[in-house]
C-alpha cells in the first residue's frame, strides 16, 4: 500500500490525504499521514515521532546519539565502531573525505554502513521539515494574498515531494573525463576532542579538511545525496550486502546493485556466434525497427529486456545480492543487468564495484552522478593500482583492423532518414581516423623488430601524433563525433563493444595528453609494443578477446592514480576505508585529493593474539626469503621445518601465503622429496589455492570443511590473490597465518621501474614517495592484507609468523599495519627459538585451546 503525503488544495485552507500514484516514485518510506489544518501542528505532527506501541526497541537493536545523529545498529558496538562511525559522520556532515585504516574484525563495513545511513536518514528528515515548511510558508503567503485581493501575485507553489532524487541522467555526449576538482582550503586545522568521546579510539595522523560550503539560507528544494557504496569484488559486495541486511536502515532506505552483463544477462550465450555478453547484448537489444526502418512496434529479439520493468523493487527484499537480482529476473523473464540500472535511479545506497565509480566511461554507461553524492570506497587499500589501470590506455592494431571492417559493414545499413549523410560523416570520419593509426603502427614496427617492447620520448609521441593529423588539432573532432556514434549507436548494425571500446579507449588517450592545456601529459609514458607482451600487458580490461598472432600495440602507462581520482572529488564526500592503508600519507598524496586521516586501534585485547618473526635458518644463516636465496635447498629446507611447527602446535586451520605460484611449486617439489610433506599430511589436510574461479569455490568449501575438524587443514595461497584479498577466515577457520618473504613486485617489470622513475622525478613537487620507498610499501601493502585474514571478531584469536629476516627491520617495522606493529613488538625468533617446546607461540596455542 502506498504511502499518504500532504497536499494542501489551492482553493480551501484543508488538508487532504493524496498517495503516490507509485510507491516507487517517492523516495521516502513511511511518512505519517497528516490531517491537522494549523501549520504548526502539521510540522510537529510529521516531525515528531511518537512512542512505539510495542514499547521499547528490539532486543538486538542499539541506538546511540553520535556526532549529533541518533545512530542504530544491530549490536552493542565496539568502541572502534563508535571511532568509526563518528568519524564518518563529522566527515560527512563538513562536506569533506576521510581515509580510515580499521583493522579486520573491528566491524569496519557495519559501522561504516550505520554511520553513513544514519546521517542520510537524518538528512531527509532534515531536507523533508525544511521542504514542508517553506512549503506551507508559500502557501499562508497565496492565502494573504488572496485576503488583500492580489489573487494576481499568487506564486506557483510546488509540492517539495515531488522533486526529483539526486541520481541525474547520463549527459550522452559530453565525455568530460576531467572534472574541475573542489578547492581546497590549505590552512590548517585541528578539531579538539573530549575526553570520552568516540574519538578517543581513534589516532589522528593528520588533519587538513576541506572547505564544507556551508550556506545559512540553504535552496527550499535541496537533493538527498545518493550513498554510492564500492568494493574491490562482487565477493566482498555480497558480505558487504549480508552486513546491510542486518540493519534497520535496509527496510527503511531503497538500495540498488550494479553489476555486469556477465554476472546478470540471462540470454543464452553462444561462444560460436558473439564474442563477449556485450557483443551479444547491444545486438539483441536494438530494435526491430530500428534495424528493418519500419514503424512497427519498438521490440528487440531479447524477450528479458523488452520485460525489464518487470523487474522493481517490490519484486525482491530489502536487502538483495547479485544472486537475488538474477533469480528474480529468471522467474518474472526480467533483464537484472537493465531492472538494476532503473531501480538505481529510485535507490539511495547503490553498492558497486569500485572500478565502476573510478572509472568515467563506466559510469556514463551505467548513469553513475557523483556530483554532491557521497563516495564510500570499502577494502580500498588498492586504489591507486585501480587508477593507475583504468587509466593505461593500450590501442592494439588487430583492434583497429576489425573496427575498421565493422564500420564499413555497418555504413552500407545505415538508417535512412534526413540524418543519414550527417550518420554517414561520422562513420567516415572513424574509418579515415582509424586507417591512420594501422598506418603509424606499422611505421612504427622497425622500433621493436628486436625487442618485444621499446619507450618512447613523450614530446616525439605527441608530434607523432601531430603530423599524421590526429593528435591536438583532432581530439576536438574526434571526441564530436564520438559523442555522435553513441548516440547511433543503435542504428550501427554489426558494430561490437570491442569497436566501441577501442574508439572510447582512444579518447581518453587524446583527452589525458591534450585537455587542459596538457596537464596530464608528464603523467603518462608511450610504450610500443609487440607480440605477446602487448597481450601479456593488457591484463585487467574487460574487452580483451582471443590472441591471434603478431600484434603491435601502443600503451600509454599512467603514473599517477590522481588522473582518475580528480573525477570523484565531485563527489560531497568519500570515505575510504580499510584495514590496510599504512603508510597513509603516501596515499593522500598519490591520489592528489585532500583527506583527513584516522588509525583505529584493535578491538582484540593483547593476550588473544601472537604475531612474530623468524630471522634465521636452521644453519643460522639469515633468513632472507629473495628469489635468489629461495633456491638454496638449507633454506627450502627451513621454512618447510617452520610450517610443521606451526601446524603441529595450531589447532583446525592454517593459512599460508607465498610471493608466487613459482615459489609455492619450488617449495612443495622440494618438502615432497625430503618427506616434510607426508609428515606435513599427517598433521593437517593440504589444499592449494586456484586461480581458476570454479575450483576456487569448490576448493575453499571442502578446506572450511577440513578445517573444522580435530585434525584441521592448511591453505596454500599466493599474496595478492583471491585468498588474500578480503576473503574471510573466522575462528577454526584461520588459527593460524604463516607468511613467506616480502611480495616486492617485480623489478623487471616496465610498469613498475616506469613509477619509480616517475616518484623520484615528482617527490619534491607533487610530495610523492621517492621510487623505492613506493616499492616497499606496494610489497608490505599486500603483506599486511595477507595476515589480516585472521583474527575477524572479537572473540577470535590467532597467531601470524613472518617469515623472513627483513621484516624486524626499523625501517620496514614502519610498512606493518599499525595493530601488528603493537602487537609484534620485539617478537623476533630465532629457528632454534621457534623449535623450542616452550616458546611463548606453544604457550599461546596451549592457553587459546582451553577456550
Known amino acids: 500500500m502506498s504511502s499518504p503525503i500532504v497536499v494542501l488544495s489551492s482553493s480551501s485552507s484543508s488538508l487532504e490525504e493524496t498517495s503516490w500514484e507509485n510507491e516507487s516514485d517517492s523516495p521516502f518510506k513511511g511518512k505519517p499521514t497528516v490531517k491537522s489544518t494549523k501549520k504548526s501542528e502539521v510540522i510537529k505532527k510529521l516531525f515528531t515521532k511518537e512512542k512505539s506501541p510495542d514499547g521499547p526497541p528490539k532486543q538486538n537493536e542499539i541506538t546511540i546519539m553520535i556526532a549529533g545523529v541518533k545512530v542504530n545498529l544491530p ?85 517539495p515531494f515531488t522533486s526529483e532524487v539526486s541520481f541525474a541522467k547520463p549527459e550522452y555526449g559530453k565525455k568530460s573525463i576531467y572534472s574541475s576538482p573542489k578547492k581546497f582550503d590549505s590552512s590548517p586545522r585541528h578539531y579538539a576532542m573530549s575526553l570520552g568521546s568516540p574519538a578517543e579510539n581513534i589516532t589522528n595522523i593528520s588533519d587538513s579538511p576541506r572547505s564544507p560550503s556551508n550556506s545559512q539560507n540553504p535552496p527550499k528544494h535541496e537533493r538527498v545525496p545518493v550513498v554510492y557504496y564500492g568494493t574491490r569484488t562482487h565477493k566482498q559486495l555480497q558480505q558487504v550486502i549480508k552486513e546491510f541486511k542486518r540493519t534497520v536502515y535496509c527496510k527503511e532506505i531503497r538500495m540498488s546493485i550494479l553489476a555486469g552483463r556477465d554476472r546478470t544477462c540471462l540470454m543464452p550465450f553462444d561462444r560460436k556466434v558473439w564474442k563477449t555478453k556485450d557483443d551479444m547484448c547491444a545486438e539483441c537489444i536494438k530494435t526491430k525497427s ?43 523473464k526480467a533483464c537484472p543487468y537493465f531492472a538494476a540500472k532503473s531501480m538505481a535511479a529510485r535507490a539511495k545506497i547503490i553498492f558497486c564495484p569500485y572500478n565502476y565509480l573510478i572509472n568515467p566511461f563506466i559510469r556514463e554507461r551505467m548513469r553513475i552522478n557523483l556530483a554532491d553524492n557521497i563516495v564510500v570506497i570499502d577494502e580500498g587499500h588498492n586504489i591507486e593500482d585501480i587508477c593507475r589501470d583504468e587509466a593505461t590506455c593500450t590501442i592494439e592494431r588487430r583492434r583497429i583492423s576489425e573496427a575498421v571492417d565493422q564500420l564499413q559493414y555497418a555504413k552500407r545499413y545505415v538508417k535512412m532518414g534526413q540524418d543519414e549523410a550527417a550518420r554517414g560523416e561520422t562513420i567516415d570520419f572513424f574509418i579515415k581516423t582509424l586507417q591512420i593509426w594501422d598506418k603509424c603502427l606499422i611505421e612504427q614496427s ?14 616525439e609521441f605527441m608530434a607523432m601524433l601531430n603530423e599524421n593529423g590526429i593528435g591536438q588539432n583532432n581530439y576536438h573532432n574526434f571526441n564530436f563525433h564520438l559523442s555522435k556514434l553513441l548516440r547511433m549507436q543503435d542504428d550501427l548494425y554489426g558494430v561490437g563493444q570491442h569497436t566501441v571500446a577501442l574508439l572510447e579507449t582512444m579518447d581518453s588517450a587524446l583527452g589525458y595528453l591534450f585537455k587542459d592545456e596538457c596537464k596530464h601529459a608528464e603523467d603518462f609514458v608511450p610504450m610500443l609494443l609487440k ?98 636465496n629461495m633456491e638454496k635447498k638449507q633454506v627450502q629446507d627451513s621454512i618447510g621445518k617452520a610450517i610443521l611447527r606451526v601446524c603441529d602446535v595450531t589447532p583446525h586451520g592454517v593459512l599460508c601465503f607465498h610471493s608466487s605460484y613459482t615459489s609455492m611449486r619450488l617449495l612443495h617439489q622440494r618438502w615432497q622429496q625430503t ?103 606496494q610489497a608490505f601493502r599486500a603483506m599486511n592484507q595477507a595476515i589480516g585474514r ?36 620485539n617478537n623476533h625468533f630465532t629457528f632454534d627459538e621457534l623449535m623450542h617446546r616452550q616458546n611463548s607461540l606453544t604457550r599461546f596455542m596451549e592457553n587459546m585451546s582451553k577456550e
Open 75 to 159: 549490536v552493542n558496538p565496539y568502541g572502534t565502531q563508535k571511532a568509526l562511525i563518528h568519524q564518518v559522520i563529522k566527515t560527512i556532515k563538513a562536506a569533506q573525505n576521510c581515509l580510515l585504516e580499521s583493522p579486520t574484525g573491528s566491524g569496519k563495513t557495519l559501522a561504516l554502513l550505520c554511520g553513513t545511513l544514519a546521517w542520510l536518514q537524518a538528512e531527509i528528515e532534515r531536507i523533508n521539515k525544511l521542504q514542508m515548511e517553506s512549503y506551507f510558508e508559500e502557501i499562508f503567503e497565496n492565502k494573504m494574498d488572496d485576503s488583500a485581493g492580489n489573487a494576481n501575485n499568487r506564486k506557483h507553489v510546488d509540492n
Open 790 to 825: 585472521c583474527v575477524r571478531h572479537l572473540n577470535d584469536w590467532g597467531a601470524v609468523l613472518m617469515i623472513d629476516e627483513r621484516i624486524a627491520e626499523q625501517r620496514n617495522l614502519e610498512y606493518l599495519s599499525k595493530w601488528v606493529r603493537d602487537f609484534l613488538g
Open 675 to 777: 618427506g616434510l610433506w607426508d609428515k606435513l599430511n599427517s598433521l593437517k589436510y593440504i589444499f592449494k589455492e586456484s586461480d581458476n574461479t570454479t575450483d576456487h569455490d569448490e576448493i575453499m568449501k571442502e578446506y572450511y570443511s577440513a578445517a573444522e575438524v580435530d585434525r584441521g587443514a592448511i591453505l596454500f595461497a599466493v599474496y595478492r590473490g583471491k585468498v588474500s584479498e578480503g576473503m574471510d577466515f573466522r575462528d577454526r577457520q584461520a588459527r593460524a597465518v604463516v607468511t613467506i618473504g616480502v611480495p616486492f613486485p617485480t623489478i623487471g617489470d616496465r610498469m613498475v621501474t616506469e613509477k619509480m622513475k616517475y616518484n623520484d622525478k615528482h617527490s619534491n613537487g607533487k610530495k610523492l614517495m621517492r621510487g623505492w620507498d613506493w616499492y616497499n610499501v
Open 531 to 628: 607480440g605477446d607482451d602487448s597481450r601479456a600487458l593488457y591484463r585487467r580490461r574487460s574487452y580483451t578477446g582471443e590472441f591471434k598472432g603478431a600484434n603491435i600495440s601502443i600503451r600509454l602507462l599512467c603514473m599517477s592514480p590522481a588522473v582518475l581520482f580528480e573525477g570523484l572529488t565531485k563527489a560531497r564526500s568519500i570515505i575510504l576505508a580499510s584495514g590496510t592503508l599504512s603508510p597513509v600519507g603516501s596515499m593522500k598524496h598519490e591520489l592528489g585529493a585532500e583527506f583527513n586521516v584516522s588509525c583505529l586501534n584493535h578491538v582484540i585485547s593483547r593476550e588473544r593474539v601472537w604475531i612474530g618473526t623468524l630471522r634465521n635458518c636452521e644453519s643460522s644463516e639469515q633468513l632472507k626469503c629473495t628469489k635468489d
Open 290 to 332: 530500428s534495424l528493418m526502418n519500419a514503424s512497427s512496434p519498438q521490440t528487440s529479439s531479447c524477450k528479458f529486456y523488452d520485460n525489464r520493468m518487470s523487474l522493481t523493487h517490490s519484486n525482491l527484499p530489502p536487502a538483495f545480492d547479485i544472486e537475488d537480482l538474477v533469480e528474480a529476473g529468471a522467474k518474472l
Open 446 to 459: 622497425d622500433r621493436v623488430s628486436r625487442e618485444n617492447t621499446d619507450m618512447w620520448n613523450m614530446n
